[in-house]
């Protein structure tokens, strides 16, 4: 794998830090961009390994940090899922102008769900990956709910995610309204592969029951057992990588050009060899008999 740092910027100018992995051994068969769980970052060890299995398959990854997160500029209380959206959009952009445009998006969390936001406004895209996505954008309200009341009152609150305190104010909240995630699913016109854990105690495996329903065919399950939401577990995580980019192939792989034929290919028979390909400006080195 060859890791490359990058940075582009949102759409306030602020400096959004990525990695591009490139496969090892070949030209990558397309790019994909990873798009991380909400609070989390693009060097968790869930992105990494998810990545290196894509790569493995010949499959290039950006992974990056949204705004106010790991190594992006930005304050993470003065974002909302509009702005996901936003810096998921300038990472499809910077793709294309400098690498080739994403054909695969693939989101983990509240990731999963600006994906299935995201994937229509990307023409280049053609099949979305979703591992422990809620249905609607609203839904991460429930991890918020120790402080909606707080938020409500004072129009914001500190709150601990993952052990990890952040401020949140009311304009997130507001923003997470705003979203009709049945119709956008319905309008994806894209490839769709749904991973879910049953034991997912942050989001129910209903909501993957709920993203499967409203979305058209092609669309495929897979039921992730026995992983956390966070699919913290390395064996859990590695076997995602190398699912998704067995499923993605058949979607986002180029099609290989037949080899061209031309008016100087001839076959000729020569003596006890067969048939044989050669040219017709050639001398033959014996004569047919």
């Not at 790019?31 to 693009?42: L, N």
Request: overall charge positive; hydrophobic content about 35%.
């Amino acid at each position: 794998m060859k890791s490359i740092k990058v940075e582009f910027t949102n759409t306030d100018g602020q400096s959004l830090a990525g990695k591009i992995e490139l496969p090892v051994n070949q030209k990558p068969v397309a790019f994909a961009i990873f798009v991380h769980c909400f609070t989390c970052s693009k060097n968790l060890n869930t992105v990494r390994n998810i990545s290196r299995g894509l790569n493995r398959n010949g499959i290039a990854v950006l992974r990056f940090d949204f705004t106010g997160l790991g190594d992006s500029e930005g304050d993470f209380s003065e974002t909302n899922f509009s702005s996901n959206i936003n810096d998921l959009l300038k990472a499809a952009e910077y793709l294309k102008r400098h690498y080739e445009a994403p054909r695969l998006i693939i989101g983990h969390s509240l990731g999963g769900t600006a994906v299935l936001r995201t994937a229509a406004q990307i023409d280049s895209v053609k099949a979305v990956a979703t591992i422990g996505a809620p249905f609607d954008a609203p839904h991460i309200k429930n991890l918020l709910s120790h402080g909606i009341e707080e938020i409500e009152q004072k129009g914001e609150a500190e709150i601990s995610i993952g052990g990890h305190p952040f401020r949140v104010k009311k304009q997130f909240i507001d923003d997470l309204e705003k979203y009709d995630s049945v119709e956008e699913i319905k309008q994806l016109n894209r490839a769709l592969l749904v991973i879910h854990s049953p034991q997912d105690a942050t989001v129910g495996i209903d909501n993957a029951s709920k993203i499967y329903d409203a979305a058209r065919h092609p669309k495929s399950f897979i039921s992730l057992d026995g992983a956390d939401h966070l699919v913290s577990k390395d064996e859990d995580s590695i076997y995602v990588g190398e699912v998704i980019s067995s499923w993605a192939k058949r979607y986002v792989s180029k099609v290989q050009q037949k080899e061209l034929m031309t008016q100087n290919q001839v076959s000729v028979r020569t003596w006890k060899r067969g048939f044989l390909n050669g040219n017709s400006n050639r001398k033959p080195s014996s004569v047919g008999r």
